[in-house]
Structures are given as C-alpha cells and as structure tokens.
C-alpha cells in the first residue's frame, strides 16, 4: 500500500490489538465433542502432506456426473478446479439426498415474521418446487448461461429460486432487499440480466415492506430485462405490467419433474456484488465444483455437523454470501436441515430469536458479532427466560469479535458448554478459510485461530514477509483453494488488481492481521477505505459519491469510526455549495438521500458540515486524519497536510456525538 494511501494501516490498529491480547482465556473443546468430532487434529497433517490429495477427498463428498481429470489448473490468478469434472449443484443439493431415501426429511423449517406464519419444507418437497421453478424460468426463455437477477425477502421461494438457477446453469445475481432502486439497477445492467425473481414484498419490524416498487423503479434503467417473477407475499397492491408475472401464477402449473443436466465443474454459479473501495461494485464471480466442495466440506468441519441430529440457524440473510454459502448451498449439500428466519431479531419482541430456537430444537446458530453486542445490550434476562439447551455449537462471522461479545456469547447463549468459531472469510472466498475446529481447538475470544486444513493463510509484512509469531501485517492468501472467486465478472484486469497486485504472487485480502506467541491468528479489520458496518463491506467511495450527488453538497469525505454496536459506523464531512444554506434539518436531508441513494445500510450515523476537507499536497483526502477526530483522538500526522489549521476548523464543528 502506498504511503499516503488513506485508510487504516496494521500498525494503526496495535493498539486494539494489544487489548484483545490481554485476553488469555482459553476454552478447550468438551470432551465428548472432542471424541465424536467430524474432523480430528489429523486433518491439518493430511492437508499439509497432500493439499491437493485433501481437496479431492472432499471433492468425492460430492456426486459428480463426470470425475475431474486434472485437480487444479493454476495460471496465476486464474485457477480451475477439478478441471473435466461434471455436476449439477441442484442435483447435489436436492435430488440425491431424496434418491437415498431421505425424502420427508426436513430441508428447511422456514418461520415468517408474523407469529404463527411458518412452513416445512422437506427434501421431497424442495425437489418438487425446485423443478417447478427451473421448468418456469426456462419458459421464460431463460437458459444456461443467462443471468438471473434476484431481489427478495427471506421466504422459500429465495432458496428454491437459487436452485433453479443452478439446475438449469442460469447464473444468479442476489440483490440484498435492503438496497435501493438505483442501487439494484446497476447491478443488473452489470450483469446484464434477462430475468429478475421477486415478491410484493416481505415483513420486517412487524409491517409489509415493499420490494416490487423499487424493481419497477430499477428497471427504468434496464431495457434488457424480458420478466419480472414476482412471488405474492404481503399480499400489497403493487403495479403490474405485461412484463410481470405472478409465481403462483406461472410457478404452480409447472411439471413437477425437471432433467438435472450435469454443468462443467468450471461453469459459473453466480455473481454476487461487493463494495469496492474505488468505483462501481465489484461483481464477483463462484464457479460450480470447487465452490460446492468448500462450502459442503466446511459447513461439515467448522460446524461438526451431524446431519441426522442438528437442527442449524445461520441469521444472516441469503442476500449476503455467508446466506449463499451457509443457508443454501453448503448445509443442503450436506443434507442438514436448517431453520430459516424472515423478519427482524426484535419483532414482536426482543427474545425472538430465542423463542426461535426453542421452538425448533436449534443445535448450531451461526450469527454476527453485531447481533450479538445488540442483544447484550437489551440484556441478559431475555435469553434467561427461554430454553435453548439444546444449543452445542455457537459461530460467528463477519467483523472481529470483541472478546466481551464472544465471553457473553458462550456464556448467555451458549449456556458455558458450546465451543464459539469465530469464522474468517469474504464473498471473494466463497466458504470459510480461518477458524477454529470445535472438537480439536481450544478457543480464545476473539481469535480466529488457524487457516482450515488445505488452506495456506500467512501473514506478511510490506515487504512480503512472513512475520513471525507475536508479529502483526497482512493477510494473505499463498495457494488457491477451490472457492476462491475466479474474476471480476467482466473485468479480469480488476481482479488481478484488486487482488492479486499488492503481494506477488499472493491473495491480498485487504485485512490486517496478527499471529500470537502460540502461531494463532487475530483479524483486525481492514486495511482499505471499506468501512465495515454490522458485519458488511460499505466504500466509503461510494458514500461519497452519492453525497456529492445532492445538490448541496459539493465534496465529501466518509470515515468508519469505531462503533460499539455495529463495529463500524458511518461518519460524514460534507462541504455545501457555496449557493445552499446550512438549515438545521441538512444532516437528516442527506442521510435520506444516501439511504434512497444506496440504501438504509449505507446511512451515516453523523453528517458533519465542513468549511474544508484535509487534503495531501496530490490532492488526496486525508481520511486517516478525518478518522482521529470522529473518534476522538489526537490527531496523527499532519505534515503532509496542505493546510493543517484547516483540522482545527473541523474539530470545531464536532459536537460531542461520542
Ligand atoms: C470482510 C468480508 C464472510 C461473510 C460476511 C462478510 C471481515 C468477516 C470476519 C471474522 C474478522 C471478519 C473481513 C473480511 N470479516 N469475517 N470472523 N473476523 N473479520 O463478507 O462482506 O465480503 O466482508 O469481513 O474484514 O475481509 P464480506
């Protein structure tokens, strides 16, 4: 990283560092866990002797219509795996587990969010809808190869939408419901899809939130489009236009019988969008073999699942990666049965989740460790009051975990018997590559242990070298492994820039990292301008940009400042246009407009009005600078300031929002 690349650096983050290794506590695995689990300590040796050997073992979990011939194909950054074979990812995730016999077993047991609105779905019953689905979307001309656009609440049709894509080889693109029509449009026009699958809408905090209005919206950008599926869920009036079609409409007279045909281990899977921390959204893109290898492989090892017994819930939402890899592909792969939730963790009442999980028996939860500080907040006499003794595995993914929320997490959820995996990864790496094994490591808060056996995580100083233990730098990645993305869809140069550029020959992740005196790797967080709120990837780019595109504003810079909830939060330095006047009510104008712009999770917490930005003599802005003061510190380094007395003028206008 260039010396006066704005953004957070390793050694910035020491200080947090040291706090977390303060922490000394370690939980070694239960016993009887330890005895019975999945994976043993012999897996980190196996890998380690024969990676490729390790990889194709987990590779023949999975059924395969044609075996692979060659293992990996590396021409460095572009990998294939299991080069030959052939499979259908549907077939996989359905169709065979009924073949041998386990039809009525339970696939999902999906919970609305008005209290009593629930549906099971068994493995019998997925493959009937599934086929419905994929019968539906080839008659509207979609084909292998086609990208389908996806905008949905979570309700079945989600998942069985995803399959139908993968059966057919369609290629998804998953839209989160949460952004905005402009947002969803130019993921579209990105992908260039034919097709977008939605509903009316979905419930969150108790009321219909719409979705139909904003893909009506969206589409005013996006000639190509031929459909619109749309499932009727609130039950709201939403416009219609020859366009549109019903599901129940065209989905329900459909053949209940559809041919899996097996699709190259190489083929696409499906795009799913991330922020990057310059320009549009990088569309990344998960191929079919090796994806559903590491992700099937890892929902097994990390969560020790034992799919005649366990009862998981992942909450995040299957419009986020960790949804794609472990609501969809990866349990199903595994024939577990999973509970999936639609609504929000506080409706109609803060225990919620709680109530969920002694309803359904849930034996491994998989949540955020945002979600976990908001729940310590509301207390711990909320999940007192229910039973969840039949909780074993506790896993956490998408920020660090504060050793405090990890602690509570073992303690108040966890009842002090289950082992917490603090899972590191990205939507870039398709499954899990950092984590503890809950029968072979003894946990520490906060840490995320080790690279998974077959995965070849380091960490390196600027100059590329490893550190030794007790030192700090970069993550990187040295070897492929078989979900990693395979391009930027569209944008091959992008991916080796973004990706594969910083170190040589090595996967830069953008993440900080440390290894302790035991070799055990510590996540700091990002190295990069993305700020990451309640678990998920926000540029600070593109915050900026849809500042700058209300009228008012004439330039702005947006920090992530520490935050004890969301782990980030969104803070704003905006200067106005000479002609606007700073009203009392701007900041609540542009935080709409930003939500409108790029949706809800894009909102700053604080919008400060600036008379100037810090700048660097080449024109950059300064963010590291902007960072100290919506934090509160003392400032850093300022010699390579323009104007230095110009941070006095935005210290000044920081209320003491702390
Ligand atoms: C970034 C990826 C993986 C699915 C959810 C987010 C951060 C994720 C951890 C963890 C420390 C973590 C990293 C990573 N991250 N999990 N266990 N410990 N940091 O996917 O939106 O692609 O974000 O989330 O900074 O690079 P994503």
């Not at 990105?190 to 969150?204: E, L, P, Q």
């Not at 599926?229 to 039950?235: F, K, M, N, Q």
């Not at 097996?262 to 083929?267: R, S």
Request: charged share 25%; with cysteine.
């Amino acid at each position: 990283m260039a010396a006066d690349t704005p953004g957070r650096d390793p050694g910035e983050s020491q200080e947090t560092l040291s706090n977390l290794l303060q922490e000394n506590r370690k939980f070694p695995p239960p016993a009887e866990l330890a005895a019975n689990a999945n994976v043993t300590a012999a897996a980190y040796e196996e890998a380690a002797k024969d990676r490729l050997g390790f990889w194709e073992r987990a590779a023949d979990r999975l059924t395969w219509a044609e075996r692979w011939n060659t293992t990996l194909e590396w021409n460095p950054p572009f990998a294939k795996w299991f080069v030959g074979g052939k499979l259908n990812v549907a077939y996989n995730c359905v169709d065979r587990h009924v073949e041998a016999g386990n039809g009525d077993k339970v696939a999902y047991y999906w919970e609305g969010e008005p209290e009593g609105d629930s549906r099971t779905l068994t493995y019998a019953d997925l493959k009937r809808e599934v086929s419905k689905a994929a019968n539906a979307l080839e008659e509207l001309g979609v084909r292998k190869g086609d990208r389908v656009a996806v905008y949905m609440p979570m309700i079945p049709e989600l998942p069985i939408t995803l399959l139908a894509c993968a059966r057919i080889g369609a290629i998804h693109s998953v839209v989160f419901g949460g952004f905005s029509a402009t947002a969803l449009s130019g993921r579209i026009q990105d992908a260039d899809a034919k097709v977008v699958v939605t509903a009316d809408g979905g419930f969150r905090r108790g009321a219909p939130s719409a979705l139909k209005p904003t893909v009506d919206e969206a589409l005013k950008e996006c000639p190509n489009v031929t459909s619109v599926l749309v499932v009727r869920r609130t039950g709201e009036d939403v416009d219609f236009t020859d366009r549109d079609v019903w599901w129940h409409d065209l989905v329900d007279r459909q053949s209940d019988v559809h041919e899996p045909v097996p699709h190259d281990a190489e083929d696409p899977l499906y795009i799913l969008y991330t922020s990057g921390t310059t320009g549009r959204p990088k569309g990344i893109l998960h191929t079919t073999g090796g994806y559903l290898t590491q992700v099937a492989w890892t929902h097994d090892a990390v969560f020790d699942l034992k799919p005649e017994t366990d009862i998981y819930w992942c909450t995040a939402d299957i419009g986020w990666v960790t949804g794609h890899s472990y609501i969809v592909y990866g349990p199903l792969a595994n024939g577990a049965t999973s509970v999936i939730y639609e609504g929000t963790p506080d409706t109609p009442h803060k225990g919620r989740f709680w109530e969920v999980v002694q309803k359904y028996k849930v034996t491994i939860l998989y949540t955020a460790p945002t979600a976990i500080r908001t729940f310590m907040k509301w207390g711990d006499d909320i999940p007192a009051k229910f039973d969840m003794s039949s909780l074993r595995i506790l896993g956490s993914v998408g920020e660090p975990i504060n050793p405090e929320a990890y602690v509570w997490y073992r303690e108040h959820i966890g009842g002090n018997r289950c082992p917490v995996v603090d899972t590191w990864w990205q939507t870039e790496t398709g499954g899990i590559m950092i984590s503890p094994l809950p029968g072979v490591s003894a946990g520490k808060p906060g840490a995320a242990m080790r690279p998974l056996p077959g995965i070849t995580a380091d960490v390196v100083d600027d100059q590329a070298r490893s550190v030794p233990n007790g030192g700090g730098g970069f993550l990187v990645v040295r070897d492929p492994w078989p979900s990693m993305l395979r391009t930027i869809w569209g944008d091959d140069q992008r991916y080796i820039d973004t990706y594969w550029s910083r170190f040589d020959g090595m996967y830069f992740p953008g993440d900080g990292a440390k290894r302790d005196e035991d070799g055990d790797l510590w996540l700091l967080g990002r190295v990069d301008d993305v700020m990451l709120v309640s678990g998920h990837n926000i540029s600070t780019t593109e915050v900026e940009s849809a500042l700058v595109s209300h009228p008012k504003v004439a330039e702005a810079a947006v920090v992530g400042a520490t935050d004890p909830v969301t782990g980030q939060a969104i803070v704003a330095f905006t200067i106005l246009r000479g002609s606007a006047e700073e009203s009392a009510d701007i900041a609540a104008e542009l935080r709409s407009h930003v939500a409108k712009t790029l949706g809800p999770i894009a909102k700053p917490r604080q919008i400060l009005v600036v008379p100037e930005l810090p700048k660097t003599r080449s024109g950059k802005i300064m963010r590291r600078l902007l960072r100290d003061v919506a934090e509160n510190r003392s400032l850093g380094d300022v010699t390579t300031l323009t104007d230095d007395s110009v941070m006095n003028l935005i210290a000044g206008k920081l209320p003491s929002a702390k």
